[in-house]
């Protein structure tokens, strides 16, 4: 019998990643397909039959509804579990979805990017947009500010929030980013590793 979801993902992603992580979490009962971007397998016939914008990850699920987008998909594995990664409160639902969207557009552009670029495309730094470098760095110091009061991004509760940020700040150092300059941001990343049962990345 098939699994009632069905991931698309690379794992060189963090944003694949992340989802792969919730549904871990979440005791989600799913199928991990894996896709390799580099050598274009999300740009095949097939996949964009699910995705016609050739991104991943992707989720079908088992009435052949597709979701896209990793943190949309996130936010529907938590639902749809019995995990505690979204408060029922309101507001406090609200301050967690505040940070994915902070995630994608002042965090993952300028971290992953500048990841992607460096160690998988091999390229300079004088060859990547040279604002990317500073927007990372200050959104890694908004982050440790945070996390300077609290355990992690939502206060003392783990939430979507802290799979979200994780799955790109973790590598960060793979783009060019000095994580011992953040050590409460250190110290969360060691935190978050523990609770999703992942291996911790060599940083140095």
């Not at 390229?123 to 947009?129: T, V």
């Not at 040279?130 to 509760?157: I, Q, V, Y």
């Amino acid at each position: 019998m098939s699994a009632p979801i069905k991931i698309y993902g690379d794992p060189i992603s963090g944003n694949c990643l992340k989802t792969k992580w919730t549904a871990d979490y979440s005791h989600a009962e799913y199928e991990w397909i894996a896709l390799d971007i580099l050598k274009g397998e999300t740009r095949t016939e097939e996949f964009l039959a699910i995705n016609p914008f050739g991104q991943i990850p992707a989720a079908v699920l088992a009435d052949g509804h597709v979701l896209t987008q990793s943190n949309a998909i996130m936010v529907y594995l938590a639902e749809t579990s019995q995990s505690d990664l979204l408060p029922d409160d309101s507001y406090e639902r609200a301050q967690v979805l505040k940070w994915l969207f902070w995630e994608q557009n002042s965090h993952e552009p300028y971290i992953a990017g500048r990841r992607f670029r460096k160690s998988y495309l091999g390229l300079a730094d004088e060859k990547i947009d040279p604002e990317w470098l500073p927007r990372g760095n200050a959104a890694l110091a908004l982050m440790n500010g945070t996390l300077k009061k609290s355990d992690f991004l939502c206060g003392d509760n783990f939430t979507l929030a802290d799979i979200a940020l994780v799955a790109y700040t973790r590598v960060a150092h793979e783009g060019g980013f000095d994580l011992t300059q953040y050590p409460a941001v250190e110290a969360w990343i060691a935190r978050v590793e523990t609770l999703l049962k992942i291996d911790a990345v060599e940083r140095s």
